[in-house]
């Protein structure tokens, strides 16, 4: 079993800078591919980037590439996502997830994560 918890949401101006973290519980946190989502309310959650167990691999959505980069430290428990150049449409909860130790690549659908966060708000001003 893996519980996750995001932390770093908050509130930042347009083209400002935030760093997600999601600190994981459990032994299986190493072997696993992790990624990051996100919603708007009154639509679906979309995936925004993800990163195999080692963190030799990584994939970014198209919305979000070159302002994102995804990270892990598993002497830490942790994945992370620095968000740069902040947009409006940018805004959203953001998700951290985790698929159990069975993929050696990155994951990016979300039917296959195992585990999922409550989530951190990220709200930008234009």
């Known amino acids: 079993q893996v519980q996750l918890g995001e932390s770093g949401g908050g509130l930042v101006q347009a083209v400002g800078s935030l760093r997600l973290s999601c600190a994981a519980s459990g032994r299986t946190f190493s072997s696993s591919a992790s990624g990051w989502f996100r919603q708007v309310p009154g639509k679906e959650r979309d995936f925004v980037a993800a990163?195999?167990?080692?963190?030799?691999?990584?994939y970014y959505a198209d919305s979000v590439k070159s302002r994102v980069t995804i990270s892990r430290d598993n002497a830490k428990n942790t994945v992370y996502l620095q968000m740069n150049r902040l947009k409006p449409e940018d805004a959203a909860v953001y998700y951290c997830?985790?698929?159990?130790?069975?993929?050696?690549?990155?994951?990016?659908?979300?039917?296959?994560?195992?585990?999922w966060g409550q989530g951190t708000q990220v709200t930008v001003s234009s």
């Open positions: 990163i195999n167990w080692n963190g030799s691999s990584t």
């Open positions: 997830a985790v698929a159990r130790g069975k993929y050696s690549d990155y994951v990016s659908e979300g039917y296959r994560y195992d585990y």
